[in-house]
């Protein structure tokens, strides 16, 4: 079975701080997809990147990076200098097979303080 | 505007009702999927369907019916049996069930009277 855990539940910061979304995973699947997903207060998901087992190299967009690390099974998300409209929740998440079953983390929820 | 919409935002059950909700995409997308969410909580997968005419159980679907008539619609009823079905429900699609990523709705959030 899958698992994704975001121990952090809630984050608060100052605008123009950098922050770091922690999430770790388990599978025993050696192919699987790693998602982190952006919900804003309206409600819906925002696909931020996805990330196969076999591209360990670290991704910048932006304000935005991620760090994904085999040895540690974790995909750490960093927002640099955060703004206000980063506030949201944030969704790590697992896929290991055909049918993008998604197993998602519980969350993080950031609130960037002006 | 290409998307993927859920009605009604906020809906209310009776005890003892069945209640559907509405999610209809235009992405031309085959896989479509139901999920439930609960506060603080992440999603779980309720029910998913990779074409029409044909959909499968996820973790939690007990309680949920689904149809998939129509390549663009997905609608999800909530049964009575449903004992707790107070959440947040979205729905996604994705244009190959070979993860890629998932286009979301707004969501309906069902509460119980």
């Known amino acids: 079975a899958q698992k994704v855990t975001q121990a952090q539940t809630e984050i608060s910061v100052v605008e123009k701080e950098d922050v770091t979304l922690d999430c770790v995973y388990e599978?025993?699947?050696?192919?699987?997809?790693l998602f982190w997903y952006k919900q804003p207060p309206s409600g819906e998901l925002v696909f931020l990147i996805r990330?196969?087992?076999?591209?360990?190299q670290n991704e910048i967009s932006g304000r935005y990076s991620w760090n994904f690390q085999k040895s540690t099974s974790s995909f750490n998300f960093t927002i640099t200098a955060s703004q206000v409209v980063d506030s949201a929740v944030y969704f790590c998440?697992?896929?290991?097979?055909?049918?993008?079953?998604?197993?998602f983390g519980g969350g993080t929820r950031l609130m960037v303080k002006p | 505007d290409g998307g993927i919409t859920q009605s009604p935002k906020y809906l209310f059950r009776k005890e003892g009702q069945n209640v559907t909700l509405s999610c209809e995409q235009n992405l031309n997308h085959d896989a479509m999927y139901w999920y439930r969410q609960d506060p603080g909580q992440g999603l779980r997968l309720i029910y998913y369907?990779?074409?029409?005419?044909?959909?499968q159980k996820g973790d939690i679907a007990e309680g949920y019916s689904v149809s998939r008539e129509k390549k663009e619609s997905f609608p999800l009823t909530v049964t009575s049996a449903q004992k707790n079905p107070t959440a947040f429900y979205l729905c996604?699609?994705?244009?190959?069930?070979?993860?890629?990523?998932?286009?979301f709705g707004s969501g309906t959030q069902l509460s119980v009277l």
């Open positions: 990330r196969n087992s076999f591209d360990e």
């Open positions: 996604a699609s994705t244009n190959r069930a070979t993860n890629e990523k998932l286009f």
């Open positions: 599978t025993r699947d050696t192919t699987y997809y």
């Open positions: 369907s990779q074409i029409v005419n044909d959909f």
């Open positions: 998440a697992l896929s290991v097979r055909a049918g993008n079953m998604l197993t």
